[in-house]
């Protein structure tokens, strides 16, 4: 009973702490708002916002809500993020096995690449890429189109938009080439096990990924459209471009300076967690006959990856949480839109603020539980 | 012996009540904004981060402008000397949470007085020293020259979370133009990205084109269409509650335009106190007892008049000798032809 107490006794001061001080806290920021007249509520979400945002997932425009802004907001910031993730993990993992290669100018470029751009603080390379950027790009009436089709210029990046017909039916078609691919791989596995005979199951899968949709084409009625971007004069020297997808020079350059400073960092873990590996892990399976894509596939990488995924997906959360640098270079994200304006325009800060906090919370949460299913899948289970 | 104690108690109560009342009376009398302020020693003042003619630091820390000013003024009043002001730059963003948790004390940053900002956060706004309108800048060449002239698809760059952001908004919408809007914190960046020609235009209150035109690489390139969209009255803010402190700040501006209206400057300020104009002496602190409705002395009026001048000189000081509006336009005296007309100091 004694012993049990010993161990009851110290957590409940630490819960009885905590209560304590964010009791005095609330009740402390209570007063005070009290004192200044200020009201504390949620009501102001419901409000009309009143104000447009340059780029937006969803229909939004200032006739809208305060929490439709929100959504905005958030929905911006998750693009940032889930763009930014890609192209730092395809980055990473480029420069990271590029370290490690015999080849001593890819080796040494690698390594140029991580030191010089981990090292530079994070919003003066979103700076340099915005500003570098609109000084170097062409204003619309002086771009020469890529492929007849893409226009990059200071005001974004213009590419052709798709326009479908029967939208669903492709998308059935990609759900079945998937569940199809699945079964195969059972099928296939099983068959090496009982017989011992190997499908080429990579080829199946992509020729069952491409031609199931293709056929909708055939079939299904699905058409595809593009809408090419036309440039169209607005007075003397202003000009824009009509139909066609446009995306912001805030978004590009916010997603090149996350992904390539991250990518950094990614590059270090991929490296680490290939040099974790013993070079007698790499022998013992090359003596056993297994093929070299085999040895990195079965042996190398599902031992490397339990190194690498930890600190990657700090890497992960870096960059999700340091998405918030777009107010600087207005990129319209959670911040910029709902820490900003919102809070501008109704003057919530509390409010304002603890939402705010708590959505980067759950984002990074997420992301983390994410990444710990997916470490424990691939840890060693031992049998 | 325990009923003893009770009644020393409550005896006690009563004391500690009636005092903590005559207390109370007195510092409301003093108010507690100006009792901190006089016990510190200096005026503590938010002001924009470098609006040129408003509120901007030279190359050794030295604040000017007609926003700077006002602050001067209320040190000059309270304290004795001009120079007794603590600035703190802001952002759009940071301006009004500074002033309501009691970082500065008075917020003069070219804030516009509109009824939600007054009713809703906790802040009192005390008068007008600049009455302004938005705007529309853009490159000379481009052929607008009229906001008529603006077609669907336009980008235009302004500052977060001000009302340029709203009243772009109801001016497009009543045009039934489609517009890009492109919001940066800081006004920097606005001119920077503008400059690169991000944007077709630049909007903003229309001293802020002018002061900011300066910064632009070329700015003869670039010109300020002539309509003005909004209202745009910008003056010192207060906090909500200390409503002796909100009429210091407001009379140390209004004896600014009323020192103007009578003829009394920093120069002959002094002479002034045997003028025959009973209202010219009340200015100057050589009749009535003007400054002790607020816990001063008598030449508080005095002291911001000499230190500081008159909003004349304040306006000729930084907007009008540094070429950003030469023009007083509205805010001349109303005896000018303006719409600047204060209440009588008396």
């Known amino acids: ?383 | 012996m325990f009923k003893l104690i009770k009644q020393l108690t409550s005896l006690a109560t009563v004391v500690a009540v009636l005092f903590a009342f005559t207390t109370e009376s007195m510092a409301a009398k003093k108010s507690k904004t100006l009792k901190n302020t006089q016990k510190k020693g200096f005026v503590r003042c938010g002001v924009s981060q470098g609006l040129p003619g408003f509120s901007n630091a030279d190359a050794a820390g030295n604040w000017t402008g007609v926003d700077v000013d006002v602050c001067r003024a209320v040190a000059a009043a309270v304290l004795g000397d001009a120079n007794k002001v603590k600035f703190t730059p802001l952002s759009a963003k940071e301006r009004f949470t500074a002033l309501t948790s009691g970082e500065i004390d008075i917020l003069s940053r070219n804030t516009t007085w509109t009824l939600s900002r007054d009713a809703d956060i906790g802040l009192t706004f005390v008068g007008v020293n600049f009455y302004d309108g938005q705007g529309f800048m853009v490159r000379k060449n481009s052929g607008y020259s009229s906001v008529n002239d603006f077609k669907d698809g336009i980008s235009a760059c302004t500052n977060l979370g001000t009302t340029t952001e709203l009243n772009m908004r109801d001016f497009f919408n009543s045009k039934g133009i489609s517009y890009e809007p492109v919001t940066f914190e800081k006004a920097d960046e606005v001119v920077a990205a503008y400059d690169a020609g991000r944007c077709d235009t630049y909007t903003t209150d229309k001293s802020g084109l002018a002061a900011q035109r300066i910064k632009l690489s070329a700015p003869d390139d670039h010109i300020v269409l002539p309509e003005t969209i909004s209202k745009e009255p910008l003056g010192p803010v207060v906090r909500q509650g200390d409503s002796v402190w909100e009429d210091i700040v407001r009379w140390s501006l209004n004896v600014m335009i009323e020192a103007e209206e009578y003829g009394v400057n920093s120069a002959n300020a002094d002479s002034m106190k045997t003028s025959d104009n009973p209202a010219v002496k009340r200015l100057v602190g050589a009749e009535g007892e003007l400054g002790a409705a607020f816990g001063l002395d008598n030449e508080w009026s005095l002291r911001i008049i000499k230190q500081v001048g008159n909003y004349g000189e304040s306006y000729k000081r930084n907007i009008a000798d540094t070429g950003i509006l030469p023009d007083r336009g509205p805010n001349e005296l109303w005896t000018k032809g303006g719409i600047l007309y204060v209440p009588p100091a008396r």
């Open chain 1, 1 to 383: 009973m004694n012993f049990k107490l010993n161990k009851i006794i110290p957590q409940l001061a630490t819960l009885l702490a905590v209560i304590l001080v964010f009791g005095f806290l609330t009740y402390n920021a209570q007063v005070n708002m009290d004192n200044r007249g200020i009201e504390f509520g949620f009501g102001f979400l419901t409000q009309e916002s009143s104000f447009d945002v340059q780029f937006s997932l969803i229909d939004y425009d200032g006739s809208h809500s305060y929490a439709r802004a929100y959504l905005v907001g958030l929905l911006n910031t998750l693009l940032v993020a889930f763009i930014g993730i890609i192209l730092s993990t395809v980055l990473g993992v480029i420069v990271g096995i590029a370290r490690l290669s015999p080849n001593y100018l890819i080796e040494r470029t690698a390594a140029w690449y991580v030191e010089f751009f981990r090292n530079i603080p994070l919003l003066l390379q979103i700076f340099f890429w915005y500003f570098a950027a609109l000084r170097a790009l062409p204003l619309p009436q002086d771009t020469e189109p890529m492929f007849g089709v893409f226009f990059l210029t200071i005001k974004g990046l213009f590419v052709p938009r798709f326009v479908w017909e029967n939208l669903d039916i492709f998308f059935y078609s990609i759900i079945a080439a998937i569940i199809s691919i699945i079964v195969i791989r059972n099928y296939a596995r099983k068959l090496q096990e009982n017989e011992g005979k190997q499908l080429p199951v990579f080829y199946i899968s992509i020729g069952l990924f491409l031609i199931l949709p293709l056929l909708t084409f055939l079939v299904g009625g699905v058409s595809l459209n593009f809408s090419i971007p036309e440039l169209e004069q607005m007075s003397n020297t202003s000009f824009k471009y009509k139909g066609g997808l446009g995306i912001p020079p805030e978004l590009i350059a916010l997603t090149l300076a996350l992904g390539l400073y991250t990518a950094t960092f990614i590059a270090e873990c991929v490296r680490a967690g290939i040099q974790g590996i013993s070079k007698g892990q790499k022998e013992a399976a090359a003596s056993i006959g297994l093929t070299p894509n085999q040895i990195l596939k079965l042996v190398i990488m599902p031992q490397a990856l339990r190194i690498i995924i930890p600190p990657t997906t700090n890497q992960y959360l870096n960059l999700t949480k340091n998405s918030s640098l777009a107010a600087a270079i207005a990129y319209p994200d959670l911040v910029l839109i709902f820490a900003g304006t919102a809070l501008m325009q109704t003057g919530r800060a509390i409010e304002i603020v603890s939402i705010t906090m708590l959505t980067y919370l759950s984002i990074s949460l997420s992301i983390s539980v994410l990444m710990n299913w997916y470490n424990k899948k691939i840890a060693i289970k031992e049998k």
